[in-house]
């Protein structure tokens, strides 16, 4: 496949990164929406997704374009470039409520392009990330988003983990980093071990599994305006807290509203290793009978 490379400058100056992948000319749109801006998971970035590079080819091939892009928490650790003061910035240093900027940006660019229809996707926290840019958009900025497929996004709550198998874990860290904050070392760096291993600053690891709960997306979900589909894995939901329940709690929102919808993918794990197909399926099928309903796409 050929890409385009892209770049653009959120509104406080921040540079960002992605790749257009542009469908054939002769293909019209037949998912609902003209392009898909995909979002990467804690850590990555618009070039290393497996499953978004699993699923930009059936995007592709049913008339979509794919925009897929760096947040400004790509990779572990990046220098933050075009911000007006030299920073570290990447997913050990990131503030997740900035993602809204990054989302904006990005839409903006597709919307000067011309495309008037566009689909948000997002995996793990790049999930957290879309259900919270679209239920926070204030300012209307997202408007020509017309569908929403979060794939796998965990459940960031605080008093979630306290009653959770880790706990004691979660607790121990979690006082860690609260103690650098109250010492004015909130860039220090911590290796954690839940809910996932890797190494984020001491500010970072309270804004995402604090008490204030920010990124909790049983507490904003529902305010996403457009039709959405949950999509989980059945092995991370049994083995992994961020996710067991979700779908039920999800779905319990999703019932209020006919155009969203959860699924759960037999056989996949957080990142659905050997199953994007079938995932790329139950995608498009959900696309195809919501749009079509609507008399879009």
Known sequence: MIAELIRVAASDGLRLDGALFVPPADVSPQL????????????GSFYSSSLFGALTPRFLKSGAAVLTVNTRGHDL???ASG??????????????DECRLDVAAWVGWLVERGYRRIGLAGHSL???KAIYSLAHDVERSLSNVVGLLAIS???????????????TEFQAELAAA????REGRGETL???RFPLPYLVSAAGYVDKYGPAERYNVLDFAAAVRCPALYAFGAIELERNTAFRGLPELLGAQASQGADSKVAVIAGADHFYSGVHAELADRLEFWLRRTFAAKGDG
């Open 190 to 192: 911590m290796s954690i």
């Open 83 to 96: 911000s007006a003061s030299p920073r570290l910035q990447g997913a050990a240093f990131e503030i997740v």
């Open 77 to 79: 650790v990046c220098a």
């Open 32 to 43: 609902g929406f003209e392009a898909v801006i995909c979002l990467h998971g804690t850590g």
């Open 126 to 128: 790049g999930a957290v």
């Open 178 to 181: 609260e103690a650098h904050l």
């Open 153 to 167: 996004p965990p459940r960031l709550s605080y008093s979630h983990f306290c009653q959770g198998p880790s706990a």
